[in-house]
């Protein structure tokens, strides 16, 4: 079974910075293409950032792009998000989510929980 | 590429039919998703590829379209089908989102 666990979330100051983690089980995480997608309260869904399985193609939305590092280690099957810069406007549930396999191009078949960044003073 | 969902909120009643629509700025294919999103909960992958069932979707859950128009349809509504539902396109990067609707009693 397909399991993402995000972890790191917290209040964090404007201008601040913030390391997500999703720890992944359940599938070979070497070969699956991973993204980060937020959902601000009471709003809709964003995509932020995606990773393929190697590490060397990111995509970044340009609402971070420059500010927000999506990493990857293959070796602890974990997916990073660094968050630097933030703003109000990042506060959100951030969700740990795969690209469905042998899929090109492709959706998101698997979701963590989520884990909740504020930004606020 | 902006997918506009229409309509914000819809409401049913148990057993009847539910439509909902996603309209495209621009073609994307067939690459069109459905997500459905329970409250305090992530969102589930309903439809990829606009009309395939994810693994354990019922078979009362359908999708059509392509291009720029898609619909998701919910047939004999039950209670556990009260959600909010997004499309999404895969087709360009950035993939992008629907603004949902919401089906409610």
């Known amino acids: 079974e397909v399991q993402l666990v995000e972890s790191g979330g917290d209040l964090v100051q404007p201008g601040g910075s913030l390391r997500l983690s999703c720890a992944a089980s359940?599938?070979?995480?070497?070969?699956?293409?991973m993204n980060w997608v937020r959902q601000a309260p009471g709003k809709g869904l964003e995509w932020v950032s995606y990773?393929?399985?190697?590490?060397?193609?990111?995509y970044d939305a340009d609402s971070v792009r420059g500010r927000f590092t999506i990493s990857r280690d293959n070796a602890k099957k974990s997916l990073y998000l660094q968050m630097n810069r933030l703003r109000a406007e990042d506060t959100a549930v951030y969700y740990c989510?795969?690209?469905?396999?042998?899929?090109?191009?492709?959706?998101?078949?698997?979701w963590g929980q989520g884990t909740l960044v504020t930004v606020s003073s | 590429k902006v997918m506009t969902q229409s309509p914000a909120t819809l409401s049913v009643s148990p057993g009847e039919t539910a439509t909902l629509s996603c309209r495209a700025s621009?073609?994307?294919?067939?690459?069109l998703a459905w997500y459905q999103q329970k409250p305090g909960q992530a969102p589930r992958l309903l439809i990829y590829?606009?009309?395939s069932r994810a693994t354990g979707v019922p078979a009362r859950f359908s999708g059509r379209g392509s291009g720029t128009d898609f619909t998701l349809t919910i047939s004999s509504l039950q209670s556990e089908d009260f959600a909010l539902y997004y499309c999404?396109?895969?087709?360009?990067?950035?993939?992008?989102f629907g603004q949902g609707t919401k089906v409610e009693i």
């Open positions: 989510a795969r690209d469905a396999p042998t899929t090109v191009p492709s959706y998101f078949d698997s």
């Open positions: 359940g599938f070979t995480f070497t070969t699956s293409e």
């Open positions: 990773i393929s399985g190697g590490g060397d193609v990111i």
């Open positions: 621009h073609s994307v294919g067939t690459n």
């Open positions: 590829g606009t009309s």
């Open positions: 999404q396109q895969y087709h360009f990067w950035p993939r992008t």
